[in-house]
């Protein structure tokens, strides 16, 4: 016999479930909780008060001074920058100590750069493809002078603002951030290397080998800013060079240079300046054993560089694995006065308590370090995580433990001298990446920016670092009179 439910008992049944439910929610008033290691989620006691919403961000007060126009004239430095509104989040914040060496640095661009100097930009892949870096060079070398984009890997895959290169098929890339990686840790400075034969070992009979050609090309990419495509020379960086190694340099289809490498295995730099316009350039090797490709540098005749240094999927925590023997050698020679680190979107994600939070920053903490300890004048800056946003109840919100991520990066960057620019601060603080992304400023994956969004983010930073700039070199003329 079938049993029939009459409307009491669907009531009942509907009652009971929401009681189960409501008392879950007041359990667990997160809405997740963490079960024989698998996350599971329920209505959030805000949520069922409904006394939580996503805070609403209003971008137009925060660009209203905003000037993302570029200009190719070099401008006077002192008083040439705009009084933007900016808030004490949108300025570089330092100790007394970081206050000390920031200024040293700023004198020297105050003065007139003497010698090349070199600003290494460090980051994840908020910065790839040069569309943070390429703003701000285009801004500090206008600024200061300088030309030319800098350093570029030996085999770029990313889709670059500067420059487009093209490398043989078999140009392979090794990088200590993910991927192939080398036997050795002589990776250099940018953290990846070109090789066309494999390593061999040293016991190999260079006669059992055959010659290899491979080639690299390169010219100024079609939306470059325009001292980026200003350069005169180009540089290779090589090292780990075993056998003769032959190399011609064309330029627009014309061979302008036969060379060849010095096979001793150390670290080594072949400057080609070209006498006339810059074109389509092409590197080419042939070897029985390819030395290590460590990258290029293109530039103009001194002056200021902006390097670009990307490294996908990094937490910035990548000091360890690089011959620092062979990285203080490439700093000191290129003269580096200031390292700018731009990490923390890949440490996010995986932050679940001020533990992870401690921790994560103490490994930062340390590369920093390494820095300092390489490098001992150079000033460091760290431009903070920007707002970052993940489902929470079907709304994108900012991870929770970003705010807390960001003041605890900027108390430990203080700590070890140096300067914090907040991002997160400076996009509008807790749930602004939605209305970014909203303005097409960022990418529906709520992470990164677009390019018209990085150019606005990377203003910012360059009206708080000319802000400082003006602030302490004033501060130190007025001590000396």
Known sequence: MQKTYKPFHIVLFIVLCLIL?????YAVP???KEIFGYEFRFLSEAKLLKNEKRKEVNLDSLFIDIDTTIVDEVEEPEGKVKNYKLTKEDLLSYSESGKKKFTAFLNQ????ISQKTRILHYGDSQIEGDRVTAFLRQRLQTQFGGSGPGFIPAVNVYETISYTQTVSENFQRYTNFGGQKLSNKRYGIMNSVGRFTPEYPDSISLDSLKLATAWMEIEPGRLAYGTAKRYKSITLHY????????LKIWNNGELVKSDSLIPDGKYHKFKYTFPGEVGKVKFEYTAKISPHILGYSLEGDGGLQVDNIAMRGSSGTFFGKIDQTLAKQIYDEQNVELFIM???GNAVPYIKDSADVAQTVR???GQLNVIQRLRPNAMIIVIGPSDMSTLIEEEFRTYPLLPFYVDELRKMTKEIGGAYFDMYAAMGGEDAMAAWVEKGLASQDHVHFTLKGASIATQKFYDAFMTSYNKLTKVDDSTKN
């Open 342 to 344: 731009q990490f923390g």
């Open 109 to 112: 661009l105050k003065g007139g």
């Open 30 to 32: 997160e809405g997740r």
């Open 239 to 246: 090292a780990d060079a075993f056998s003769p190694c032959e």
């Open 363 to 365: 490994y930062f903490k």
């Open 21 to 25: 439910l409501g008392a879950i929610t």
